[in-house]
């Protein structure tokens, strides 16, 4: 939908959520093009919300097949074999995308997100990606951050009924209406490798411990050279090598990290699919109101864990931005 | 019921393990209600958790509007039962699964206390308190654990209710929807002149927020004062805007009430654009010009503007200033519209004070026209498009004789159609949290039941914000059946007053049984015998005191639902005088008294003698009527629990609820109509 006014179809089917973000704001989703790597069920989830938010485009990346694991969180994919036999994930996720919101463009990239050179993130206001690894976040990370066009990355990631949502908006200026007034908000959000790389002993106090059980899951992955989420309960004696690793470095008290939470873990990699509805939903929100450059953003860290049912926010960044 | 305990090895591995432990059991049964938002249908059968789901939804046929979140539908179910496609949708994601749809109202009969036993769990996915209410006690009555949940916009909460383990749903308070169901313009009631045409003028009951229609309660209010009816709406709103305030009063009500009567009909020989022009001036002219001869009235307030058509309509030599071919071509009488007709396209605009008397004229006009026979039988319903334009127009006009901002039919709709608005997202929230809290309930994992509430803005550093549930509030009158009292004249009092007013609007219940001792002074029945209905109508009509079974003060009335499972017991105190504002019913109930919450785990009590609550356990009885329109509000809803700060437990139900931090959100011109929604 290129003109200015929405029009009458889109009015009619939108007419709920206009009346919760306003008409403007409808139009710049209209506008905007959205990339996502991974489709896991929370991916998936957050697709679903964009799409029937009603944006301009969805691209999707994901060239592995369908498995089991697959079936059974992500409700995008039919069941039948003689259907999705042969397709890979974003084709079959393409389609079944395409009939919630026949006015939203879904289309599949083919290839490996992490081969794809800096211009090819031009096009797109958003960028989520999901089930990669730590060098594949930083290095996505770094070529969003250098176009030249202010492009909104999210990276998502559900383990058992637990996960983590960060967000970088880099320089973000939004405008908040408070009461009669308009206040001009300013956020300045690290990079990822900003972020992951503060010192453990740096952070707020009482950090949620999840941000710091994430962060050593994925440098175990990464120094195995393994697929995110190719880890089990096999590993947990590495693991808990790793980690009290990475505390002695920093002098960081261990006992920060529960190594029960590590086991959780390591021991079911599948996502729940509760946990990805709630993901889902929050990602869907925050990228909506970056798109619409409305309402307070979250800065930077989101967790879930449905065992004690918080959905905690953590600013992990430099007090004292540098340059 | 086929439903084991599970112990597993690791506290924190429980919830993933202990769903894969269910999936032997054999017919762990879970029962929907869902109305709005049918996400966590999907996350159920993901689980395949279930193996059998009764879903039951209401009688809702599929809207355009309900497509951007309610994703198991698309364009080409509109029409069709929200029930019956929703079960086809879940069945091709899953086919093996075991789905019962019931195309129905969750008050029906037939979910009775038999029914519900049949099931492990009850989800809520309900848009009013009135359902959510009798499913409360439905759920008390077959002790089956019931997940409750609501979402506005950006809000949402998801609770948990087992009886005698956690507050039932009714024992916190929770504010009844703003409604004025005397806003009706209408003319005389039923009355034939022999051989005229009898033009009956609209009729419209609008459930409206505040400020901004308020305006159409005084459009209705004064046409009502000039026929001699007095106005019985609850209290609109405070002193603080006094331009509002539009309890205008005719000083000669009495008198002008036959001639009012006459200004409706249409004259024999009046053409339609005569009449349309003739009501307006009535309205919006004559009305305001008495109600401004009451001087009293506008001491301290802006006195309003009459308007009459010869002032704001320019010279025009034609009357028609429409195009009513615009709307012949289609037979469809919902789809006629004053809007095509006079060429204004943008429900967004806000029209000029001609543009909406054009569009006042134009409606009346077209619904004599196309819909004549409609007429006297008309309520007010938003998706029709010719009534909310006619709305829309009379609230502007009369919002610019007293020089209130007018809005647009966008906004009018959202308001007067009490439209809920609400985005997928939060849905999909919600409907995750309820899956979790489901298992739990399933498990009996009673210590980890929460309540749930989603935030807009964070609290300490919280979106999600989990609280452990409170024990039953003692003093409930659903779950711990607390008598009630009830202040009214018993001599002036009918017991139709009693049933209508208190019985079903305030206590909720469908199907009450009225008894004195062991008199039964009323009941409703399909079986009931011509003599005992003969009797129980005439005892409608008789004044408390004067009952076969005499209710008078000191006497105590038992009233329950058989269907609800639910019984109450209210004590009579005879009083003679009412404030005719702040009491319009004439009768008080009260004895609701807000019991400290006490937490379940007894380390984190919440203080009796703490800031929580004002009042804990002195029993200060609070007023069921307030002037705000809250029925059962404590004086003290700011509770303090354990580390959670935030003050307001933000109860949303079906109202929308907002914080000032919402409005964030929106563009500058809703702004407004949301400040306005907030409860007073």
């Known amino acids: ?323 | 019921m086929p439903q084991g305990v599970f112990v597993t090895p690791h506290p924190e591995v429980r919830l993933k393990n202990a769903f894969e432990n269910l999936d032997g059991v054999c017919a762990t049964n879970v029962l929907l209600h869902t109305v709005l938002s049918l996400s966590f249908c999907f996350v159920f059968m993901i689980i395949n958790l279930f193996v059998g789901i009764h879903m039951q939804i209401d009688m809702d046929t599929i809207e355009v509007s309900n497509l951007n979140r309610q994703f198991l539908f698309r364009q080409s179910h509109v029409g069709q039962s929200k029930a019956k496609v929703a079960r086809d949708a879940v069945l091709r994601f899953r086919p093996h699964i075991s789905i019962t749809s019931y195309h129905a109202n969750v008050k029906d009969p037939d979910f009775n206390v038999d029914f519900f036993k049949q099931f492990n769990v009850v989800l809520n996915g309900l848009d009013n308190l009135d359902a959510r209410r009798h499913v409360n006690r439905l759920c008390l009555a077959s002790d089956v654990p019931l997940v409750e949940s609501g979402t506005t916009g950006f809000l949402g909460q998801v609770t948990v209710h087992v009886k005698g383990k956690t507050e039932c749903y009714e024992c916190q308070p929770k504010p009844t929807p703003k409604t004025y169901p005397v806003c009706t313009i209408t003319s005389t009631p039923s009355k034939k002149v022999h051989g005229n045409l009898h033009f009956h003028f609209f009729q419209l009951l609008l459930n409206i927020s505040p400020k901004f229609m308020m305006i159409v309660c005084t459009f209705a209010v004064c046409t009502l004062h000039c026929m001699g009816k007095r106005p019985t709406f609850a209290k609109l709103f405070g002193d603080k805007n006094q331009e509002n305030d539009l309890n205008v009063r005719s000083s000669d009500a009495a008198s002008s009430s036959q001639q009012a009567e006459d200004v409706f009909e249409c004259q024999n020989d009046e053409g339609i654009d005569e009449y349309a022009k003739r009501i307006y001036d009535h309205v919006f002219g004559y009305n305001i010009g008495v109600a401004l001869s009451n001087e009293e009235t506008w001491k301290n307030r802006n006195r309003p503007k009459p308007l009459y058509s010869r002032d704001v309509f320019p010279e025009e030599p034609s009357q028609q200033n429409g195009n009513m071919d615009k709307n012949c071509a289609t037979d469809d009488p919902l789809s006629v519209s004053a809007m095509a007709s006079l060429g204004l396209k943008n429900p967004q605009d806000i029209w000029s004070l001609l543009e909406n008397s054009r569009i006042f004229l134009e409606a009346l006009k077209l619904f004599f026209g196309k819909r004549e026979k409609e007429i006297g039988n008309l309520s007010f319903d938003k998706d029709d498009q010719l009534a909310v334009e006619f709305v829309t127009a009379a609230a502007n006009i009369r919002a610019a004789s007293f020089g209130i901002p007018l809005h647009s039919l966008f906004e009018a709709k959202g308001i007067a159609g009490n439209i809920v608005h609400a985005v997928a997202t939060t849905n999909a929230v919600i409907a995750g949290l309820i899956v979790i809290e489901a298992i739990k309930v399933l498990q009996r994992d009673a210590n980890n039941y929460r309540m749930t509430y989603c935030l807009e803005h964070p609290s300490r550093k919280m979106l999600l914000m989990p609280v452990e549930p409170f024990e039953p509030n003692k003093s409930c009158y659903v779950c711990s059946e607390t008598p009630l009292l009830l202040e009214v004249n018993t001599h002036r009092s009918k017991l139709r007053d009693f049933v209508e007013k208190i019985v079903k609007a305030k206590l909720g219940m469908n199907c009450p049984l009225i008894m004195h001792g062991p008199a039964l002074l009323y009941e409703v029945g399909d079986d009931l015998d011509k003599d005992m209905a003969a009797n129980y109508a005439a005892n409608l009509e008789k004044v408390l005191s004067e009952l076969p079974s005499p209710v008078t003060g000191g006497t105590m009335l038992t009233v329950e639902d058989l269907q609800q499972e639910f019984t109450c017991n209210i004590n009579i105190k005879h009083r003679e005088e009412f404030d005719e504002e702040k009491e319009p019913d004439g009768m008080l109930l009260s004895g609701w008294t807000q019991a400290p919450r006490v937490e379940k785990d007894d380390n984190k009590t919440v203080g009796n003698g703490g800031s929580s609550t004002s009042n804990a356990s002195s029993a200060m009885p609070v007023e069921a009527e307030e002037d705000d329109d809250i029925e059962f509000v404590p004086t003290g809803k700011k509770r303090k629990v354990g580390e959670i700060s935030k003050a307001t437990n933000p109860n949303l139900s079906d109202v929308a609820d907002d914080d000032d931090d919402v409005l964030v959100m929106l563009d500058g011109e809703n702004l407004d109509i949301n400040k306005k929604k907030k409860l007073q």
């Open chain 1, 1 to 323: 939908m290129d003109g200015e006014e929405l029009t009458e179809q889109e009015t009619a089917l939108y007419d709920r959520q206009i009346r919760v973000w306003g008409v403007d704001a409808q139009r710049r989703l209209s506008k905007a093009h959205i990339l996502v790597s991974g489709m896991k069920g929370t991916v998936v989830e957050f697709c679903k919300n964009i799409v029937l938010a009603g944006v301009g485009s969805l691209t999707l990346v994901d060239s592995r097949e369908v498995t089991e694991e697959a079936l059974s969180a992500n409700f995008l994919i039919p069941p039948d074999e003689n259907v999705y036999s042969g397709k890979t994930l974003a084709e079959l996720c393409c389609d079944s995308l395409k009939d919630f919101n026949p006015m939203v463009r879904v289309s599949v990239e083919k290839g490996d997100i992490s081969s794809f050179g800096g211009d090819f993130y031009d096009r797109f206001d958003v960028v989520v990606i999901s089930s990669c690894s730590f060098a594949t976040k930083k290095l996505i990370n770094e070529k969003c951050r250098k176009v030249s066009k202010r492009i909104a990355f999210y990276t998502v990631d559900c383990r058992d009924s637990c996960g983590e949502i960060y967000v970088d908006l880099q320089n973000y200026t939004y405008s908040k209406k408070k009461l009669d007034e308009t206040d001009e908000c300013q956020l300045q959000y690290p990079s990822f490798e900003e972020a992951v790389t503060i010192p453990w002993r740096a952070l707020p106090k009482k950090v949620t411990k999840l941000y710091l059980a994430m962060r050593v899951i994925e440098r175990f992955e990464e120094a195995e050279g393994r697929n995110p989420g190719e880890i089990s309960i096999a590993d947990l004696p590495g693991v808990l090598k790793l980690k009290k690793e990475l505390c002695e470095a920093q002098s960081f008290n261990e006992s920060h990290v529960p190594d029960a939470l590590l086991e959780r873990l390591v021991s079911d990699t599948s996502e729940f699919p509760p946990v990805c509805a709630i993901l889902g939903g929050i990602l869907g929100q925050e990228v909506i109101k970056a798109i619409s450059g409305k309402g307070d953003p979250l800065k930077n860290f989101f967790f879930f864990d449905a065992i004690d049912g918080k959905g905690i926010i953590e600013d992990i960044s430099n007090p004292n931005p540098g340059s």
